[in-house]
C-alpha cells in the first residue's frame, strides 16, 4: 500500500524528525517566546498549541499548572517523539492540522492560549485566509493568539511560504481581533537568514 499523500505543510519533516526532534527540545519554552511570554495567560488556562512539533512548548506550559493542554501535530514522527518524551505531561495529542481542524472542532471548546510557532509560513495565501477564522473562533473571549512567521530561506524539501507581519495583522484584525504585540525577532538558531516575526492577537471580551 502507498503512503497517503502528507498533509499541504508538513512536506520534509518526517524524513527529518529524528535531528528535529533534538533540535526543538534543546530550546525552552523561555528561549523560543523571548519577552512575549509575560503576555501568555496565567495558569490555569486552556491551551492549543497547533503544529506543536514534538510538543516542547506544551509540555512547559503543562507543567506551569494549565489545565488543558491540546496539542496538534500532523507528522506522525514527530507526534510519537512528542508522546514520548513527554509522557509525564498530561497533554492530550491531536493528529490534525490547518487550515481544516476538523478533530479539534470537534472537540467543540475555546482556549485561553492558541499557540502556532513556526507554522503559519507553511500555508498558502488560500490556507492562511482559511485558516485564521478557525483559528479566531477556537479562541475563547479575552484569549491570546500567538503566532511566529518565519522568514528567509526555504529548507530544501519543505513547502513554506513569505508571509508578512501586515497580511497576518490584516487577517487576524478582519476577525475582530486586536494586535498586543508584533516585534521582529533574530533567529534563536542563529542560521544564516533566518529572522522571525513575534505576534500576539488578542480576542475581546465582548
Ligand atoms: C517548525 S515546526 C515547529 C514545531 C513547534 N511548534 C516548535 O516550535 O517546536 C512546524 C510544525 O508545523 C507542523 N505543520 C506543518 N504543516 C501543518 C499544517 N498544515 N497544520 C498543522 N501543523 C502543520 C509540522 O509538522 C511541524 O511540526
Same mark, same amino acid.
Given at each position: 500500500?502507498?503512503?497517503?499523500?502528507?498533509?499541504?505543510?508538513?512536506?520534509?519533516?518526517?524524513? +527529518?524528525?529524528?535531528?528535529?526532534?533534538?533540535?526543538? %527540545?534543546?530550546?525552552?519554552?523561555?528561549?523560543?517566546?523571548?519577552?512575549?511570554?509575560?503576555?501568555?495567560?496565567?495558569?490555569?488556562?486552556?491551551?492549543?498549541?497547533?503544529?506543536?512539533?514534538?510538543?516542547?512548548?506544551?509540555?512547559?506550559? /503543562?507543567?506551569?499548572?494549565?489545565?488543558?493542554?491540546?496539542?496538534? +501535530?500532523?507528522?506522525?514522527?514527530?507526534?510519537?517523539?512528542?508522546? =514520548?518524551?513527554?509522557? /509525564?505531561? =498530561?497533554?492530550?495529542?491531536?493528529?490534525?492540522?490547518?487550515? %481544516?481542524?476538523?478533530?479539534?472542532?470537534?472537540?467543540?471548546?475555546?482556549?485561553?492560549?492558541?499557540?502556532?510557532?513556526?507554522?503559519?509560513?507553511?500555508?498558502?495565501?488560500?490556507?492562511?485566509?482559511?485558516?485564521?477564522?478557525?483559528?479566531?473562533?477556537?479562541?475563547?473571549?479575552?484569549?491570546?493568539?500567538?503566532? $511566529?512567521?518565519?522568514?528567509?530561506?526555504?529548507? %530544501?524539501?519543505?513547502?513554506?511560504?513569505?508571509?508578512?507581519?501586515?497580511?497576518?495583522?490584516?487577517?487576524?484584525?478582519?476577525?475582530?481581533?486586536?494586535?498586543?504585540?508584533?516585534?521582529?525577532? /533574530?533567529?534563536?538558531?542563529?542560521?544564516?537568514?533566518? $529572522?522571525?516575526?513575534?505576534?500576539?492577537? %488578542?480576542?475581546?471580551? /465582548?
Amino acid at each position: 500500500m502507498t503512503n497517503p499523500k502528507p498533509l499541504s505543510g508538513t512536506e520534509g519533516y518526517a524524513q +527529518e524528525a529524528e535531528a528535529l526532534t533534538q533540535r526543538y %527540545e534543546r530550546l525552552t519554552l523561555e528561549q523560543v517566546h523571548g519577552d512575549a511570554l509575560a503576555l501568555f495567560p496565567k495558569p490555569p488556562a486552556s491551551v492549543l498549541d497547533i503544529g506543536a512539533g514534538t510538543g516542547r512548548d506544551a509540555a512547559a506550559l /503543562a507543567a506551569r499548572g494549565h489545565k488543558v493542554v491540546v496539542a496538534v +501535530e500532523p507528522t506522525k514522527e514527530l507526534r510519537e517523539h512528542g508522546q =514520548k518524551v513527554h509522557a /509525564a505531561h =498530561k497533554i492530550k495529542w491531536l493528529d490534525d492540522g490547518l487550515p %481544516e481542524l476538523d478533530k479539534v472542532l470537534d472537540l467543540d471548546r475555546r482556549y485561553d492560549l492558541v499557540l502556532l510557532t513556526a507554522v503559519w509560513m507553511h500555508l498558502d495565501k488560500d490556507q492562511r485566509a482559511a485558516a485564521m477564522p478557525s483559528v479566531a473562533s477556537l479562541t475563547a473571549p479575552g484569549g491570546r493568539i500567538v503566532l $511566529s512567521l518565519r522568514h528567509g530561506p526555504v529548507p %530544501e524539501g519543505r513547502r513554506m511560504f513569505p508571509v508578512t507581519p501586515a497580511e497576518t495583522v490584516a487577517l487576524a484584525e478582519g476577525q475582530g481581533l486586536i494586535t498586543l504585540y508584533n516585534k521582529p525577532r /533574530a533567529d534563536m538558531q542563529g542560521r544564516d537568514g533566518v $529572522s522571525w516575526t513575534w505576534l500576539i492577537f %488578542e480576542r475581546p471580551n /465582548a
